[in-house]
């Protein structure tokens, strides 16, 4: 794999290149949220809910 460097020319390509394994992390990371989301409302209730996404930023 070659090795990306800012410092060389820009182009947009390179600069996707760069951004992509940030951009997939986020959006599995989005993914994961919204499911356990889903399963920690309906199967445990609104307080767990509540308490998963007061302590999740932290």
Same mark, same amino acid.
């Given at each position: 794999m070659k090795e990306i460097k800012l410092s060389e020319h820009f182009t947009y390509k390179k600069l996707l290149l760069f951004a992509l394994p940030t951009i997939g992390m986020i959006m599995i990371s989005i993914t994961y949220?919204? =499911?356990?989301? %889903?399963? =920690?409302?309906? %199967?445990?209730?609104?307080?767990?809910?509540?308490?998963v996404n007061v302590i999740y930023p932290f």
């Open positions: 949220d919204v =499911v356990d989301g %889903y399963f =920690v409302s309906n %199967y445990i209730g609104k307080t767990a809910f509540s308490a």
